[in-house]
C-alpha cells in the first residue's frame, strides 16, 4: 500500500544484515521493530507484515492506533516509552511486551495489577540510561542489578527477558558504541548474577541501529528509517 515505506524495510533488512556479517553474527538474531509514532495507522498496519515487532511510546496513541487493528495482524506491540503508573493498567492490556520498567515502583505496580487476572507472567526488559542524560529514562547501570534482584524477589508476574536503552544524543561513534557495549556487558553481568538467559537487548534506532547491531543488539527499533520524518513536537 505504502510502497516507500516497503523499499525502507528492505533496506533497512540489508544495513543490518551487513552489520552482523561484519561482527559474525547471524543476522536471524535480529529483530526489525517499527516505530509509527505520529504517523498514521495505515502506515503501521501496511508495514506490520513484514517487522518482527511493533514499537509505540505512548499508551494512548497505541490505543487508538489499536482500537480498527484486524485481529488477524498478530505481530507483537512492544512499549518503549516511559510509563507513568496510571497508564500501567492500560498498558497491560495493549502490549505484548514492556520494554521500559526503570523503577521497582512501576515493576510492582505491574505485579500487583498482573495478580488482579489469572495467574499469569507478562514480560518485560528493564531499561538502563547509558548515556547520563537527565532528558532519559532509565535505571542508571549502578542500579541495574539491585532492581533486577529485588524484581525477581517481588515481583514475581514479571519475566525479565532483557535490557532496552537509548543511545546518547551525540556524533560521536565512540560514545554511542561504548553506551551499547555498556549495556551488553551489564547484562552479562546480570546473567551470572541472577541465572535469567536475558536474551534480548534492545538498542539501535535509525541514526545508530548499525553499532548498535555490531555491539549485539537483539531489537533494533526504527521509526524515521521506515516510516519518514516526523514533523516536530
Ligand atoms: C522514536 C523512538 C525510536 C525510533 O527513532 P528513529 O530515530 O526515528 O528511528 C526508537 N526508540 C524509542 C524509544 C523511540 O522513542
Given at each position: 500500500?505504502?510502497?516507500?515505506?516497503?523499499?525502507?524495510?528492505?533496506?533497512?533488512?540489508?544495513?543490518?544484515?551487513?552489520?552482523?556479517?561484519?561482527?559474525?553474527?547471524?543476522?536471524?538474531?535480529?529483530?526489525?521493530?517499527?516505530?509509527?509514532?505520529?504517523?498514521?495507522?495505515?502506515?503501521?498496519?501496511?508495514?506490520?507484515?513484514?517487522?518482527?515487532?511493533?514499537?509505540?511510546?505512548?499508551?494512548?496513541?497505541?490505543?487508538?492506533?489499536?482500537?480498527?487493528?484486524?485481529?488477524?495482524?498478530?505481530?507483537?506491540?512492544?512499549?518503549?516509552?516511559?510509563?507513568?503508573?496510571?497508564?500501567?493498567?492500560?498498558?497491560?492490556?495493549?502490549?505484548?511486551?514492556?520494554?521500559?520498567?526503570?523503577?521497582l515502583g512501576l515493576a510492582r505496580m505491574l505485579d500487583r495489577i498482573l495478580t488482579e487476572t489469572d495467574a499469569y507472567?507478562?514480560?518485560?526488559?528493564?531499561?538502563?540510561?547509558?548515556?547520563?542524560?537527565?532528558?532519559?529514562?532509565?535505571?542508571?547501570?549502578?542500579?541495574?542489578?539491585?532492581?533486577?534482584?529485588?524484581?525477581?524477589?517481588?515481583?514475581?508476574?514479571?519475566?525479565?527477558?532483557?535490557?532496552?536503552?537509548?543511545?546518547?544524543?551525540?556524533?560521536?561513534?565512540?560514545?554511542?558504541?561504548?553506551?551499547?557495549?555498556?549495556?551488553?556487558?551489564?547484562?552479562?553481568?546480570?546473567?551470572?548474577?541472577?541465572?535469567?538467559?536475558?536474551?534480548?537487548?534492545?538498542?539501535?534506532?535509525?541514526?545508530?541501529?548499525?553499532?548498535?547491531?555490531?555491539?549485539?543488539?537483539?531489537?533494533?527499533?526504527?521509526?524515521?528509517?521506515?516510516?519518514?520524518?516526523?514533523?516536530?513536537?
Amino acid at each position: 500500500m505504502v510502497d516507500f515505506i516497503d523499499q525502507n524495510i528492505i533496506e533497512i533488512r540489508e544495513r543490518i544484515r551487513a552489520s552482523a556479517k561484519l561482527s559474525g553474527r547471524d543476522p536471524a538474531e535480529i529483530k526489525l521493530m517499527g516505530v509509527s509514532k505520529t504517523h498514521p495507522a495505515e502506515y503501521m498496519l501496511s508495514a506490520a507484515g513484514k517487522l518482527d515487532i511493533l514499537g509505540e511510546n505512548r499508551v494512548q496513541e497505541a490505543a487508538d492506533k489499536r482500537l480498527d487493528w484486524p485481529s488477524e495482524e498478530r505481530t507483537p506491540w512492544h512499549l518503549i516509552g516511559h510509563l507513568q503508573r496510571n497508564k500501567a493498567r492500560k498498558a497491560l492490556d495493549i502490549f505484548d511486551l514492556i520494554e521500559t520498567v526503570d523503577s521497582l515502583g512501576l515493576a510492582r505496580m505491574l505485579d500487583r495489577i498482573l495478580t488482579e487476572t489469572d495467574a499469569y507472567s507478562f514480560p518485560v526488559y528493564i531499561e538502563v540510561n547509558m548515556s547520563g542524560e537527565l532528558t532519559k529514562s532509565g535505571v542508571v547501570p549502578q542500579e541495574a542489578a539491585s532492581l533486577l534482584e529485588r524484581m525477581m524477589q517481588y515481583c514475581p508476574r514479571l519475566s525479565v527477558e532483557g535490557l532496552m536503552t537509548i543511545g546518547p544524543n551525540s556524533d560521536d561513534k565512540g560514545d554511542i558504541r561504548k553506551a551499547f557495549e555498556g549495556l551488553r556487558l551489564i547484562r552479562d553481568e546480570l546473567r551470572s548474577l541472577s541465572g535469567l538467559h536475558l536474551p534480548e537487548l534492545s538498542m539501535g534506532m535509525s541514526s545508530d541501529f548499525e553499532i548498535a547491531v555490531e555491539e549485539g543488539s537483539t531489537i533494533v527499533r526504527i521509526g524515521s528509517g521506515i516510516f519518514g520524518r516526523r514533523s516536530a513536537g
